[in-house]
């Protein structure tokens, strides 16, 4: 069975300070790989998605994230964070077909000081 | 092209009635997935339409419920409301063939029992 793991409830950072968000994933073939974030009170926003490739993935908002199949993870990165970053971040995983439903972690709840 | 909708945003129900949410998908989707947000249990599956036809489903009581229509709009329903069912309810639609694992999410409905 697929899973997902962020070891991370709850991440503090500078405003301008870098960030990097852990994601582990259970999945017996290539996965395909998802970040998004939510806002509170709002859905889910796609930032990026792994489906094959270039391991080093861009998304949107200055985001990035790092497939590495020897460590089954695929880590969150962003250079330098801003005030407007604070919301919830999800890794989710999934499988080639649509019939395959994506598996999402738990959630890491980012907060930005000023 | 306009994202998915969910309606209503904000629903109060008392305990031990049933009510129905609304989700439109995106344009040429034919998967519609509802999902289950509470802060102690994350992201829970509740189940997914295709086609109109349940394709996948989560581990919930028979209290809940969805349909799909043949315009791929999807409606779920909730019968003896609990106390315990008070959630954000979200609506995600994918596209069809391998890439199929995308979700797009709805605002979503947050639904508080009383």
């Known amino acids: 069975a697929q899973s997902v793991t962020q070891p991370d409830i709850h991440i503090t950072v500078s405003e301008g300070a870098s960030l990097e968000l852990r994601c582990n994933y259970s999945y017996g073939a290539t996965p395909y790989l998802f970040w998004y974030v939510q806002s509170p009170g709002q859905g889910l926003q796609l930032l990026l998605k792994?489906?094959?490739?270039?391991?080093l993935v861009q998304g949107i908002k200055g985001f990035e994230a790092e497939f590495k199949r020897s460590q089954s993870s695929f880590n969150l990165r962003k250079p330098s964070v801003h005030w407007s970053d604070a919301a919830e971040y999800f890794c989710?995983?999934?499988?080639?077909?649509?019939?395959?439903?994506?598996?999402f972690g738990r959630g890491t709840s980012l907060i930005v000081h000023p | 092209k306009a994202g998915v909708t969910q309606t209503p945003r904000y629903l109060i129900k008392t305990r031990g009635q049933q009510v129905t949410l609304s989700c439109s998908p995106i344009?040429?989707?034919?998967?519609v997935s509802w999902y289950q947000q509470t802060p102690g249990q994350g992201l829970q599956f509740l189940f997914e339409y295709f086609s109109e036809t349940q394709r996948n489903k989560g581990n919930f009581p028979g209290r809940f419920s969805g349909r799909q229509f043949s315009n791929s709009r999807s409606e779920m329903n909730v019968s003896t409301l609990e106390l315990g069912d008070s959630a954000l309810y979200l609506c995600?639609?994918?596209?069809?063939?391998?890439?199929?694992?995308?979700?797009?999410f709805g605002q979503g409905t947050r639904l508080t029992v009383v």
């Open positions: 344009s040429g989707h034919r998967s």
């Open positions: 989710a995983v999934g499988g080639a077909g649509g019939s395959y439903i994506p598996t």
């Open positions: 995600a639609s994918r596209p069809a063939g391998d890439r199929g694992t995308e979700a797009f």
């Open positions: 792994y489906f094959s490739g270039d391991t």
